[in-house]
């Protein structure tokens, strides 16, 4: 996932740090918003997951950290629900004035019912999607625990929430109780996409039922089976990412690649490794999937590896090969079957090599037919197979020249 770091001035003249998570090839189809939980970051691991997820398929998602919080600048004592949502304003007038309008909102957790609030607020956008959202934002209030009436006397206390300490300040529930959520949902007129896990302890279950009830069609619900609050878990953040994406194609009104014949000499793929880890995304001529290594050599097992695409590529394109041959003849070829596996082997195993002791790449390729064929046609279809381009190519000098690309980019 590529990446710009950025900052934005919000409502208050105050620098809010920032970063545009971007498809490989930084064309982006949409942009987003991504809004954060209660007292946490832009950087939280689930964060990075989602937005990696819905990168792959082309939405470019701004995340920061509200006022007082991460990187920004600012006194989180004097924030409160209203200014988030001011500060998600802020941040969708930095992107329309400086990139595009965002067409989508997603909020964790108390970033939840911020984005429900804010989305009638930022006329770009076409959908919305909470993930562990309250029902309520007075919800917050029971992590305040005993300090609440200190509080409520004193005017302002020193809170712990998670492994940091936070100053909380009374104007900051006086906020939450003048928004009412209800209201909002009923007049959100907008795609909303709820995700929560069912043994969510920090924000019940039961939260997730009542935006749903409130809130008018199009709605969509889906359970997070076995996820905590915060998704540790990378599968759960990017099963997350990869539903959201799907479902905000729908909604988002995402741009399209015009109807046109494609020039084949413009074949360009885009490849694309992060600093950790050999994930890899890969855009090849506008076709967005990834590749990996297995987990015992240091991968996650999230996509073919080079190998598995390579010989992906040699049974592709025999079996494109053949059925193009057979289209031409009139054969009665109903299905071609081919199945691959990459090897090496010491030349003194290789009948057709010179021996000399080194390793060489071999590709086992057993090719099946089906169709009732004669025996002279699938032997003439075997030799075809060995014409195929991608055969050729592998069998021939094959040419890399590689330059380095300057830029000013991270």
């Not at 918003?33 to 998602?61: D, P, Q, S, W, Y």
């Not at 409520?152 to 712990?160: F, L, M």
């Not at 009665?332 to 080194?358: F, I, S, T």
């Amino acid at each position: 996932m590529q990446f710009q770091k950025l900052s934005f001035k919000n409502s208050e003249g105050k620098t809010l740090s920032a970063r545009l998570d971007l498809p490989a090839d930084e064309k982006p189809r949409a942009y987003a918003i991504f809004a954060h939980c209660f007292t946490c970051t832009k950087n939280l691991n689930a964060v990075v997951h989602i937005n990696r997820a819905m990168a792959r398929e082309g939405i470019a998602v701004l995340r920061f950290d509200f006022t007082g919080l991460g990187e920004s600048e600012g006194d989180f004592s004097e924030t409160n629900f209203s200014s988030n949502v001011a500060d998600l304003q802020s941040a969708a007038e930095f992107l329309e004035s400086n990139y595009e309008a965002p067409v989508l909102l997603v909020g964790h957790s108390f970033g939840g019912a911020a984005v429900l609030q804010a989305a009638g607020r930022i006329s770009s956008v076409r959908a919305v999607a909470t993930i562990g959202a309250p029902a309520d934002q007075t919800h917050v209030l029971k992590f305040l625990g005993h300090t609440r009436e200190e509080i409520e006397k004193k005017g302002e206390a020193d809170v712990k929430l998670g492994l940091k300490t936070f100053k909380i300040r009374k104007q900051f529930f006086d906020d939450i109780g003048e928004s009412a959520m209800e209201k909002t949902l009923q007049s959100l007129s907008k795609p909303l996409l709820i995700f929560h896990s069912p043994i969510d302890s920090v924000v019940e279950f039961s939260n997730a039922l009542d935006i749903f009830q409130r809130a008018e069609q199009p709605k969509s619900l889906v359970s997070l089976d076995q996820a905590d609050h915060l998704l540790s878990s990378g599968e759960d953040s990017e099963y997350v990412g990869a539903v959201l994406a799907a479902w905000a194609g729908k909604y988002m009104g995402l741009k399209k690649e015009p109807e046109k014949e494609k020039d084949p000499e413009d074949n360009r793929t885009i490849v694309r490794t992060g600093r950790f880890g050999y994930q890899t995304e890969i855009n090849a001529n506008g076709h967005r999937f990834m590749a990996d290594e297995p987990i015992a050599v240091g991968g996650a097992d999230t996509g073919p590896t080079p190998y598995d695409l390579l010989t992906a590529a040699l049974g592709a394109c025999t079996s494109m090969t053949l059925r193009m041959y057979a289209d031409r003849r009139s054969l009665p070829l109903e299905a071609v079957v081919v199945r691959l596996k990459h090897r090496k082997v010491h030349m003194a195993d290789c009948q057709d090599c010179e021996k000399d002791g080194r390793k060489i790449d071999t590709i086992d390729r057993e090719i099946e037919l089906a169709g009732p064929l004669e025996e002279d046609q699938k032997k003439r279809l075997l030799e075809i197979a060995d014409r195929c381009p991608v055969h050729r190519t592998l069998q021939s000098r094959v040419l890399v020249q590689s330059r380095l690309k300057e830029s000013s980019q991270p």
